[in-house]
């Protein structure tokens, strides 16, 4: 499979417990996004990466949240003492700009449920 | 802030029939524009774009239409299936980055 894939799948965890994401986009593709999805609701986007490089990053992404692109290839995105309100979607994309214009790419998401 | 919405929440249509989303858009900046599918516990899939500089594309079963006068996008599906049972969402760029912006998204429901 040559699709952008996100680990893992569904996630369950206490409020006040850390949370991380991985994602791994298509090979080729230099820019890789992170979305947040809430039920009934579009993504939002949280932050983007071109190659390593952090380049914005969304004023939805509080200081709890961090995220890494280390080597340009994966990413992950890391949520510290997670609240209920975190609870969401998170859905990772990826895309190779051409032209000035970009097809992003997403994976099938984490799905995060904060008790 | 500016954003893309949905005329209609819920669409129903019968199996064969054609289908027509309908999307404004607030942005009269936005230049790039993007037809999502999404299905029950996945990710929004891509379907077909359109750039400013057209007003129609055509895709397998789907065409968008874009009017830029009233800023309004809409999505055809010719001879729908059940397949195509989803929610769709349209999505529009106005930066060098693809933040794309999202609606709240219409849930098509395909009956036999």
């Known amino acids: 499979d040559t699709g952008v894939s996100q680990d893992p799948r569904h996630k369950i965890t206490k409020r006040g417990q850390n949370v991380t994401f991985r994602c791994d986009p298509i090979?080729?593709?230099?820019?890789l996004y992170w979305y947040r999805q809430t039920l009934g609701q579009g993504p939002e986007f949280l932050t983007y990466?071109?190659?390593?490089?952090?380049?914005?990053k969304s004023r939805l992404l509080s200081d709890r949240f961090s995220a890494e692109r280390p080597k340009g290839s994966f990413s992950t995105l890391e949520i510290q003492r997670t609240e209920q309100g975190d609870s969401a979607m998170y859905l990772c994309?990826?895309?190779?700009?051409?032209?000035?214009?970009?097809?992003?790419?997403f994976g099938s998401g984490t799905q995060l449920s904060v008790l | 802030g500016e954003s893309v919405g949905l005329h209609l929440p819920t669409l129903s249509v019968q199996e064969g029939d054609n289908s027509i989303i309908n999307c404004a858009y607030s942005?009269?900046?936005?230049?790039?524009f993007i037809w999502y599918k999404q299905e029950s516990g996945k990710g929004p899939q891509f379907i077909i774009d359109?750039?400013?500089?057209?007003d129609k594309r055509q895709g397998q079963r789907v065409t968008v239409l874009l009017n830029k006068t009233v800023k309004h996008l809409s999505l055809q599906i010719a001879a729908t299936q059940p397949g195509d049972s989803a929610v769709y969402f349209c999505?529009?760029?106005?930066?060098?980055?693809?933040?794309?912006?999202f609606g709240t998204g219409t849930r098509l429901q395909v009956t036999l």
């Open positions: 090979s080729e593709h230099n820019r």
């Open positions: 994309a990826s895309s190779h700009p051409q032209g000035g214009y970009e097809k992003l790419f």
């Open positions: 359109i750039r400013s500089n057209m």
């Open positions: 990466f071109q190659n390593e490089a952090q380049l914005e």
């Open positions: 942005n009269s900046a936005s230049d790039y």
């Open positions: 999505a529009e760029n106005t930066g060098t980055a693809s933040k794309l912006t």
